[in-house]
């Protein structure tokens, strides 16, 4: 699996079984822009976030899928 920095977004793809690549091809780029953007290493911009949300989890929340949890194990927000 690839380096995805969100936990949620890592489980949830490993519920639905979605790769990586499949999803590039889908939001038409490359599987390297969306690695690199899912793994923190360029952002993540909010309209990149919001068409993975809306096409494959919709019945979950951008805070959901796009939050880190915290030392206590609480989730926090960042920024997209």
Request: avoid cysteine; hydrophobic fraction near 35%; aromatic fraction near 10%.
């Amino acid at each position: 699996m690839y380096d995805i920095q969100y936990p949620n977004l890592r489980a949830e793809f490993g519920r639905k079984s979605l790769t990586v690549s499949g999803m590039a091809r889908e939001l038409n780029m490359t599987r390297a822009r969306l690695t690199r953007m899912l793994s923190g290493e360029t952002e993540l911009t909010f309209s990149t976030a919001a068409e993975i949300q809306r096409r494959y989890f919709p019945d979950r929340t951008l805070e959901y899928l796009f939050g880190e949890k915290d030392r206590t194990g609480l989730h926090k927000e960042v920024s997209i």
